[in-house]
């Protein structure tokens, strides 16, 4: 097996092989699809290595039952010295079981790829846009964003281990009216930096204290000039002085989760420079918007003020929308979907594929979000995948009682609050331990227990204890060595096939665009881990550092070094930091 070859893919092309070979006999139709065949461990490990459903998905295409294809796929598939026995199971499912000196040269195959082990030319250099977070530049990164944000940058981090060009992208939402909200905040908290007596908060500004160092700041840069000067002249100047400083928290908010994004697209550039009216000409000369009525609002009388008026109206319907959308208002100003619809449009000309990530409350969206990019596929004459990705809100525990915030209130909990708290990689785990469309409590005790039932410690521990195991053996005279890997026994053979299907898993979660897979993943084999060292704790001759038996420490001192490989492979695509001791 080379470096570059793991089992899956290499059983896979044997596999391809076979079905190669008949086809050229006639037993297979030349123009089978093999689109759905599958090499995997089987669900119950008792039944063998390898678990093969090409005899069920290509029984059909080849007129016969798929025991009789079966049959003559293990003929092909027997013959190979990597395989010791294979049978056929239930309805035409094969099962292999394989040498176990396959297994041992896994364990070399991650010795040689090291930290490129499970990375995957899969995306075959694919660009990727993937926009995540976008919050509002009005406050601080807090807990409402927080989710979304580690979802999003381990989703960037996959693709690119499985061989995507990744573009990871922030929308700055900065041209709607509560960019003016904070700019008058801001002008606030600069007359109190002056020594103004600002008194209570008026109402509908932000009141929160991170905008004090704004206020200090602009005061130290500007002087008082802008002090008394009428709203109509400092607006635009405290508007964008007030975004830059916010995106700047932002950056370092984001930057203690380990998160850097690559571009940042302002949607008030994007007006300034007439990309919506770019976008409006070309979705009309591709008969895509047209000017037209909207009804009335449905399943209620409409408001006595309701008039028809004629709006520039995207074609959504076409593309599985409940009604057509306007892209302007009726004082000719862009609606916030026309907008979007132009910055979806820029994101397509420099990307094969966009993911968008975003809040649950953004569900009502999706739909005319990608009927637009669904046009924009039609129009340019390239398929343009698009999907969103929609992230539950999480609930904050303390003490088993739910922690309130209010944004408007400056009462939030921030991610640097969090950071401190619990650490970077506490928070990034636990954001991945379900699925982003469930659910989620936070709870700033458990996340912190030493216990199994937190997975980012058990993870960690399991890379800790190897760290310290391998410390250990040389402090004792053992040094790793595969020289002598055929004193493994079975149980360390079962860690092996779980370490082994580390790239596979890569692939399928970066297939799925679900990276909460690769944290599950981790936890399983942390698990297999720690059940094989409490072995030790009854067993002496099951521990890892056995005296008396110098050439098996070695082996599974080798064998712990390779585990060790793959926690930290995984751990580093989840942007979690593999810990020496805890």
Known sequence: MSDSQTLYKLFAAKLDAALDALESEGTLPADCSRRNVTVEPPRDPSHGDLAINAAMVLAKQAKTNPRTL???????????????????AGPGFINLRLDPAVWLAELGAIAGQGDDYGRSDMGQGQRVNVEYVSANPTGPMHM????????GDALAALLEFAGHDVTREYYINDAGGQVDVLARSAHLRYREALGDDI????????????LIPVGEYLASELGDRFKELPEEEWLPIFRAEAVEQM??????????????????????????????????????????????????PKGKAPPEDWEPIELP????????????????????????????????????????????I????????????????????????????????????????????????SKRSGNFITIADMVEEVGKDVVRFTMLTRKPEAQMEFDFAKVVEASKDNPVFYVQYAHARISSTLRKGAAEGFAPSDVE??????????????????????????????????????????????????????????????????????????????????????????????????
């Not at 203690?256 to 690559?262: A, T, V, Y």
């Not at 110098?550 to 070094?561: G, K, M, Q, S």
Request: glycine letters at 8%.
């Open 70 to 88: 079966a049959e003559v796929i293990i003929a092909q598939l027997a013959a190979d010295e990597m395989v010791t026995s294979a049978e056929i």
């Open 144 to 151: 409402g964003h927080c989710r979304g944000a580690v979802v």
């Open 199 to 210: 008194g209570e908060i008026p109402e509908g500004l932000y009141p929160g204290d991170y």
């Open 247 to 296: 995106m700047n928290l932002i950056k370092a908010d984001l930057a203690l989760l380990g998160i850097h994004h690559d571009l940042f697209s302002s949607e008030a550039a994007l007006h300034a420079a007439g990309k919506p009216d770019e976008a409006e000409a070309w979705l009309r000369a591709h008969d895509l918007v047209y000017d037209g009525v909207l009804e009335a």
């Open 313 to 356: 109206l995207f074609r959504a319907t076409k593309f599985g929308d409940d009604q057509d959308r306007p892209i302007k208002k009726s004082n000719g100003s862009w609606t916030y979907f026309g907008a979007d619809l132009a910055y979806h449009m820029q994101k397509a000309a420099e990307a094969d594929e966009l993911i968008d």
């Open 358 to 405: 975003w809040g649950a409350d953004h569900a009502g969206t999706v739909k005319r979000i990608k009927a637009a990019v669904a046009a924009l596929s039609e129009g340019q004459g390239k398929p343009i995948p698009f999907d969103v990705k929609l992230v539950q809100m999480v609930q904050l525990m303390r003490a088993g009682e739910p922690v309130k915030m």
């Open 485 to 582: 890997l055929g004193l493994l026994g079975d149980e360390e053979l079962g860690l092996i096939k779980q370490a082994a299907q580390f790239p596979r898993e890569i692939e399928a979660a970066a297939k799925a665009r679900e990276p909460h897979r690769i944290a599950f993943y981790l936890y399983e084999l942390a698990g297999a881990f720690h059940a094989y060292w409490n072995l030790g704790n009854d067993q002496p001759e099951k521990r890892f550092i056995v005296a008396d038996n110098p050439a098996l420490t070695r082996a599974r001192l080798f064998l712990a070094a390779k585990l060790g490989q793959v926690i930290r492979n995984g751990l580093r695509v989840l942007g979690v930091e593999a810990v020496e001791e805890m």
